[in-house]
């Protein structure tokens, strides 16, 4: 199934909407993001910037945040 090119527009909204999917779930569990990323084991500042959609994660960093949060992966891509 051939799909358009993502425009650099279209990935960043959907970086944003990722970011914010992070969000949701973290608050959801009740857990500041210093708690999360301590729990992920990454920096506050690397958290901050993911969280904010600044910050493009790796998936390795994707999995430990979700781990951290106590989520499904598939939780953050979801739209």
Do not use: C
């Not at 569990?29 to 999360?36: H, K, L, W």
């Not at 910037?49 to 989520?71: C, F, M, N, Y």
């Amino acid at each position: 199934m051939y799909h358009e090119p993502l425009t650099p527009e279209r990935v960043r909204a959907r970086r944003l909407q990722i970011a914010d999917n992070i969000r949701a779930a973290r608050i959801y569990t009740g857990y500041t993001q210093e708690e999360t990323s301590i729990r992920a084991g990454i920096s506050l500042d690397s958290y901050n910037r993911i969280e904010q959609g600044h910050a493009s994660p790796r998936i390795d960093t994707l999995i430990k945040i979700a781990d951290a949060i106590g989520v499904e992966l598939e939780a953050f891509v979801r739209r």
